[in-house]
């Protein structure tokens, strides 16, 4: 286990190196997404907690549909990257991106197999359980976009029942320090409620939530009105 103040020096050298690798170049970075997109904040919050500059472009629906969206997605989702000649589509795609180029050998992707494994099993969580139960609940209870309510609720209890026990024995999903992992699964946990997914019996899961709002440079993403 590395000791906490080890950890507060490999991460203030890595924003460092960050600031100092992204002043020598002239790349700006653009984030093509919307602002109440959980997938979208999850980029948002890390570029922020990272200290790296960028701009959002505004990509709803229509955009989305446009022929240069396509061009940059096939698949018309968001978020999507550009970082000077690279575009890159996927949230967690770009996460290890970011921690790759802009914060390599920090513990927010770590090298070692087995805690490297640790953040891949929370970063597919975050493509299955995660966006299949709070995400989904979440569209479906604001947007009114069609769906199964009552099954995205039991993911969700599912998910949230297994986060739970998981927490109660770590101070973060993929290790004793945040991750990618972490900024992975927030967004949709923390806006869990907005589709209707109370977190009051889930005491070390708010917890958790807690911890990662607390890390320095933290970005919150807007709430959104619960239809009547």
């Known amino acids: 286990m590395v000791a906490r103040g080890d950890l507060d020096l490999a991460f203030d050298d890595a924003r460092a190196t960050i600031h100092q690798d992204f002043a020598m170049t002239e790349s700006t970075i653009v984030v093509h997404g919307t602002v109440l997109s959980g997938h979208t904040h999850r ?25 240069e969206f396509r061009a940059l997605n096939p698949l018309g989702q968001i978020p999507v990257l550009q970082d000077g000649d690279l575009v890159l589509a996927d949230s967690c795609a770009i996460l290890v991106y970011l921690a790759k180029r802009y914060a390599p050998g920090s513990p927010w992707l770590p090298e070692e197999p087995v805690a490297a494994a640790h953040v891949q099993r929370w970063l597919a969580i975050a493509a ?61 946990i923390a806006h869990a409620p907005e589709g209707r997914i109370s977190l009051a019996e889930y005491e070390h899961v708010r917890a958790w939530l807690s911890r990662v709002e607390a890390i320095p440079g933290f970005k919150p993403m807007p709430r959104s009105a619960i239809p009547e």
Request: glycine content about 6%.
């Open 43 to 67: 980029v948002e919050n890390f570029l922020a907690i990272l200290g790296l500059p960028y701009r959002l472009e505004p990509a709803p629906m229509d955009v989305r549909q446009s022929p």
């Open 128 to 188: 299955g359980e995660l966006k299949y139960g709070p995400a989904a609940a979440r569209v479906i209870t604001v947007w009114k976009s069609p769906g199964d309510l009552a099954a995205a609720h039991a993911v969700a209890a599912r998910l949230l029942r297994f986060m739970e026990g998981h927490l109660s024995q770590t101070a973060f999903l993929a290790a004793d320090h945040p991750t990618i992992a972490d900024i992975a699964c927030y967004s949709y």
